[in-house]
Nanobody, 120 residues
Framework: QVRIVESGGGLVQAGQSLRLSCTASGTTNLINAMGWYRQAPEKERELVAALSYGGRIIYADSVKGRFTISGDNAQNTVYLQMNSLKPEDTAVYYC??????????????WGQGTRVTVSS
């Protein structure tokens, strides 16, 4: 069983930065990718960024050039550096473990979520 723990959310003003962290523990031998999703109020959950252990990365168009995903495969840890934050980035951010096969496929293991609020 995999356990996902996120941290790093908070309240910031527009234009500022935040860094989210996530670690997967437990039975992690089948994980070869990790990703971040977010869900804003009254909106569907969307993929923000994902990283394969082989170095493949994908980003949502809305965050390209502002967010950077990185990780430490050996520690099953992934980070999301969020710069130039906008009020529309306000959401609960969830970390997932997953698989990479051409694109990112999350498993059923999700973290509890960390809230990011960006004020204008």
């Amino acid at each position: 069983q995999v356990r996902i723990v996120e941290s790093g959310g908070g309240l910031v003003q527009a234009g500022q930065s935040l860094r989210l962290s996530c670690t997967a523990s437990g039975t992690t031998n089948l994980i070869n990718a990790m990703g971040w999703y977010r869900q804003a109020p009254e909106k569907e959950r969307e993929l923000v960024a994902a990283l394969s252990y082989g170095g493949r990365i994908i980003y949502a168009d809305s965050v390209k050039g502002r967010f950077t995903i990185s990780g430490d495969n050996a520690q099953n840890t992934v980070y999301l550096q969020m710069n130039s934050l906008k009020p529309e980035d306000t959401a609960v951010y969830y970390c997932t473990s997953g698989h990479w096969s051409g694109t990112y496929y999350p498993t059923s293991r999700w973290g509890q979520g960390t809230r990011v609020t960006v004020s204008s």
